[in-house]
């Protein structure tokens, strides 16, 4: 079964904001150093699992955002002096 890179986003998401949350209740600083270089490992193995994923797509920037459609913006200038 393949794992999603999803699952390496929110652990390393939910470490390192667990970090900020212990260093405001004043735990030893031994945890909190330890947590942090953990955090960063997790963090390159998270970059390398997003990246190596084997996902396609035929969309281009063409296709801008699906939510809403994108119509270009035309600006026109009149009486405009360039130098």
């Not at 260093?23 to 990246?51: E, H, N, R």
Request: net charge neutral.
């Amino acid at each position: 079964m393949k794992t999603s890179p999803f699952l390496y986003v929110a652990i390393t998401t939910v470490l390192l904001i667990s970090i900020t949350i212990i260093c405001a209740l004043d735990v030893p600083f031994s945890w909190v150093f330890y947590l942090t270089v953990i955090g960063q490992i997790f963090v390159v193995i998270m970059v390398y699992k997003v990246l190596k994923e084997k996902y396609s797509t035929d969309k281009t920037f063409e296709h801008f955002y699906q939510d809403r459609p994108f119509q270009p913006l035309e600006v026109y200038a009149e009486n405009e002096k360039f130098r």
